[in-house]
């Protein structure tokens, strides 16, 4: 792919991903290393979650470059050309990609909410250096397991239509071509530039711990 038409997005991981629930307290400083792209392995609810989030961020690209007049082609259809898909599945993964990408953001607002109030109730993060962090309400644990069974079944839904034997070519893609182009970061989600030559570029983050709230 000539590099002339390789458009650089940004796109972050939900704002405020259940994952990492960094509540930014003024006065912690504990450091984090970022892991090497292979030091770890990422969970395979967070590689379709940013499958179809990435999908979703391109063909909204898409559709706004198609309104100033441009060709937004090359995004609209970046994962059909690069998986090989037929029309009918690139359809299906369209349909999938965007009905789980409202289910989520849906999860990831309940959690927003939640988070709101914990700050609201602690001075908006601030704390003395006496004071310990607040622990993360279950409400948080039991939306973050939610949100990974939406992808999960999103998951299921996407080999549903494809078919066993179609689905496994597509899966085998995905772990050879588009998760080595993952960034992996061991807590905090963060804005990462990506280029559609070889799909996304992401950051994973964990599920909701106490640790280093």
Excluded at 182 to 199: I, L
Aim: charged letters at 25%.
């Amino acid at each position: 792919m000539k590099n002339n038409r390789i458009l650089l997005l940004g796109f972050s991981i939900a704002g405020l991903v259940i994952a990492g629930l960094g509540f930014n307290f003024q006065g912690q400083k504990k450091q984090l290393k970022e892991a090497a792209p292979q030091a770890q392995a990422i969970p395979e609810f967070e590689i379709y979650r940013q499958l179809f989030h990435h999908h979703m961020a391109m063909r909204k690209k898409a559709d706004e470059l198609e309104k100033e007049g441009k060709n937004g082609r090359f995004l609209r259809k970046f994962y059909q050309e690069q998986a090989r898909l037929t029309d009918d599945e690139a359809r299906a993964f369209d349909e999938i990609a965007s009905r789980c990408e409202q289910e989520v953001a849906k999860q990831d607002a309940k959690a927003k909410a939640i988070i709101d109030r914990l700050r609201a109730r602690n001075g908006n993060g601030k704390l003395t250096k006496d004071d310990s962090p607040p622990v993360p309400p279950p409400e948080l644990r039991s939306l973050w397991d939610e949100r990974n069974a939406i992808v999960t079944r999103a998951k299921y839904a996407l080999q549903a239509a494809f078919g066993d034997s179609e689905f496994a070519r597509f899966e085998n893609y995905v772990n050879h071509d588009v998760v080595p182009q993952f960034v992996v970061a061991p807590n905090h989600p963060r804005p990462t530039p990506m280029g559609p030559k070889h799909g996304p570029q992401v950051v994973t983050a964990p599920s909701p711990s106490t640790q280093g709230m």
